[in-house]
């Protein structure tokens, strides 16, 4: 049976939307970041990055579980908790720490999400498991997430870039399902090398246009700060 939160106005729209989306139930967390970000004004919140979907190791949560937990304890951070040993590996957490510091922006008011909201041993392996959980197909899955997305972490945060850390446009990725969805003009190469590939495109959301900036996984590349901050500046003199 599904309890909604009473108090907060934020989680009760968190709740409803995922359970309206039918994503409630589905293993993944919506966000990574304390929940105490949240909470925050939106002028606070100038920051969204987004990984693709979550791994098997947030089996136990479920969407509508883990903002619960959240609620309850808004000062615990599963990225913090990542950087200091609870995920398999410190590369990824650390990184996704330094860089909102390193473009002028803080971790501790960054928000942390994912463009789908089920998780799954490895990107490949989405597209199957949206099946067994009762979707026709992958597209579905996507659709109902991104409109989350959409619906609550841009409409309620507000942010001045969003960040997508999985940039492959040949198969599903952060960057090629954001693309689809909410680009408007043409892509911008800052860096076309095959370490540091990093480009941008602006996008329509929620009645807001908001510069996407879009690199290799952090967890196997290093980002390059230089080209991410030329990607931005390009899409907010352009197409700002």
């Not at 970041?33 to 969204?48: G, I, K, M, T």
């Not at 997430?145 to 940039?167: C, M, R, W």
Request: include cysteine.
């Amino acid at each position: 049976m599904i309890k909604f939160i009473d108090d907060m106005d934020i989680y009760k729209k968190i709740e409803q939307k995922l359970v309206e989306l039918g994503l409630a139930e589905l293993n993944s967390r919506p966000y990574d970041c304390a929940h105490s970000v949240l909470e925050c004004n939106a002028s606070d919140q100038r920051l969204v990055v987004v990984g693709f979907n979550g791994s098997d190791a947030d089996l136990e949560w479920t969407n509508l579980s883990a903002v619960q937990h959240g609620k309850a304890n808004p000062l615990e951070s599963n990225v913090i908790n990542g950087a200091q040993g609870a995920w398999l590996s410190t590369t990824l957490p650390k990184r996704l720490l330094a860089l909102p510091e390193e473009l002028g922006f803080s971790s501790s008011s960054t928000v942390y999400t994912n463009a789908i909201l089920l998780c799954s041993e490895n990107a490949a392996a989405v597209k199957k498991k949206a099946k067994a959980v009762g979707f026709s197909g992958v597209d579905v899955l996507v659709d109902r997430s991104l409109d989350f997305f959409e619906q609550v972490t841009i409409a309620e945060f507000k942010p001045d870039l969003i960040l997508a850390y999985s940039n492959s446009l040949n198969d599903l990725s952060a960057a090629s399902v954001l693309r689809k969805r909410f680009a408007v003009g043409e892509i911008y190469q800052s860096n076309r090398s095959r370490y540091y590939n990093t480009f941008s495109f602006m996008s329509q959301i929620a009645g807001r246009r908001v510069p996407v900036v879009c690199i290799r996984h952090m967890s196997r590349f290093k980002p390059c700060v230089e080209s991410i901050r030329e990607a931005w500046d390009f899409q907010v003199k352009t197409n700002g």
